[in-house]
């Protein structure tokens, strides 16, 4: 097994605002794994939350499960191995993948097909951030004119309160008054219990389907007051990381929302799926800073899904991957063999280990 990290610049069209903070240009990590002559490829965004906020802390991360001696393990073996040495799941995510997209290439087929998932049918969400009403304005209408978009996520949670949220989001209203487009809302974690009260009503009155993580994670405590009161679904998404954070909230929420850097790939991504409709609770897909690669992956999954907001690649320039198109408003999976996504060969300079 040869397994290579490659460093990649992600330039973005427009720098992301959300409750924490701003997300501009950033270095992902991107996974080639050879065997039998077959290539399998893997991303991972950093992240602090993920336990690795640089893409040196992700290869170092990589290399520590490399040195444990992959050689002759099974794709099950590694992904125990990674969670017995406790690899931070955005670092294990990228080899995850890459061992799903060379396992399905193996088999010569598309990844949603050895999943025993069909293609999506859910477009996929476009995420505006917390931005002034007249940026709104003027993007509203770049996101939406003549792309196909169908859905807009827009987040919530500013730092300068409810009042700058419903200012802002009032605009969207005004903007995507004259497109038939459905509306959601993610707060990041950034209202209390009273403004979460305050503003899920009165976003019901402004066509929204539902509202994502509206109270900070560490703040689950007062999830079943909001659930008791809620006239919006509830998805948690920062207070869901893993399969087994589900049981906890499963009675005070409608769903949850996986991240592949979350859950450590798709193996935690299909622990998650199972378990989430074990507990009768919807599901959704979203994504972090990523390229088409990780992309291709989550879009083999979304398909059994409720929710999409597979959209980070879009907002690249350029994309320095493909493999996660947009057709009819949907990321769609390609039929070809593994998920898909791979990096463009101009982006294969290897780091050092």
Not at 75 to 91: G, K, N, P, Y
Not at 100 to 114: E, I, N
Not at 273 to 298: D, H, N, P, Q, R
């Amino acid at each position: 097994m040869k397994i290579e990290l490659h460093k990649v610049l992600l330039k973005k069209r427009f720098p992301l605002a959300i409750s924490r903070g701003v997300r501009g240009d950033s270095y992902n990590i991107f996974v080639s794994i050879t065997q039998e002559g077959i290539t399998g490829w893997g991303e991972s965004a950093p992240g602090k939350n993920e336990n690795a906020d640089s893409p040196e802390a992700v290869s170092a991360e990589i290399q520590r499960l490399i040195a444990s001696g992959l050689d002759g393990l099974s794709h099950h073996e590694i992904v125990a191995r990674a969670r017995q040495l406790a690899i931070a799941s955005c670092a294990f995510a990228a080899v995850d993948i890459a061992l799903w997209d060379w396992k399905a290439k193996k088999a010569q087929m598309p990844l949603y097909q050895l999943l025993g998932f069909p293609k999506p049918k859910t477009p996929t969400s476009v995420t505006i951030g917390i931005n002034p009403p007249e940026v709104v304005a003027k993007r509203v209408p770049l996101l939406l004119e003549g792309t196909g978009v169908q859905s807009l996520k827009i987040k919530l949670g500013s730092p300068e309160g409810i009042e700058a949220d419903k200012v802002m989001f009032e605009q969207v209203v005004k903007s995507t008054a004259n497109y038939p487009v459905k509306i959601r809302v993610d707060a990041n974690g950034g209202w209390t219990l009273d403004q979460a009260l305050e503003m899920i009503p009165w976003l019901a009155e402004r066509r929204v389907d539902y509202v994502e993580q509206p109270l900070k994670e560490g703040d689950e405590g007062n999830l079943p007051a909001l659930f008791a009161q809620s006239v919006l679904p509830i998805y948690v998404d920062e207070s869901c990381r893993f399969a087994e954070d589900i049981p906890k909230w499963a009675h005070a929420v409608h769903g949850v929302n996986m991240k592949l850097m979350k859950c450590g790939g798709i193996s935690g991504a299909l622990d998650i799926i199972a378990t989430a409709k074990a507990f009768g609770l919807k599901t959704m897909i979203g994504c972090m800073s990523e390229s088409s690669v990780a992309i291709a992956a989550s879009a083999a999954l979304s398909g059994v899904l409720d929710h999409i907001d597979l959209d980070s690649h879009y907002n690249l320039n350029p994309d320095p991957a493909t493999g996660a198109p947009m057709v009819d408003g949907i990321t769609m999976p390609t039929d070809r063999p593994g998920h898909g996504g791979e990096l463009n060969p101009s982006h294969y300079a290897t780091t050092p280990s």
